[in-house]
Nanobody
């Protein structure tokens, strides 16, 4: 499975960004998809996870109510819509694929990682 993330950028506090992660490979649909982030000097943090069916989702408390994860199976793409962004959301965001258990916590160990995409929120 290969993952290609995009959509990061510079935005003012209160603004929005949408990250995309395109998956490829024959077995991609068998994995749960998710997003993690890592801010400078901080440990990697779980952000959100979703099953391809969209039936199950999970969010970190820090983003709940502001971020929305979704899938488009036909496009093999997972999205992370980020609204009401705060300076503390500044980080490199990584797309990941693995089991639900590996995706739903910061300590998880997904099978696959995409390259990071930088999100910078200015105050």
């Amino acid at each position: 499975v290969q993952l290609q993330a995009s959509g990061g950028g510079l935005v003012q506090a209160g603004g929005s960004l949408r990250l995309s992660c395109v998956a490829s490979g024959r077995a991609f649909s068998t994995y749960t998809m998710g997003w993690f982030r890592q801010a400078p000097g901080k440990e990697r943090e779980f952000v959100s996870a979703i099953m391809w069916s969209g039936g199950s989702t999970k969010y970190a408390d820090s983003v709940k109510g502001r971020f929305t994860i979704s899938t488009d199976y036909a496009k093999k793409t997972v999205y992370l819509q980020m609204d009401s962004l705060k300076p503390e959301d500044t980080a490199v965001y990584y797309c990941a694929a693995g089991s639900w258990g590996a995706l739903e916590t910061s300590a998880g160990n997904p099978n696959y990682w995409g390259q990071g995409t930088l999100v910078t929120v200015s105050s």
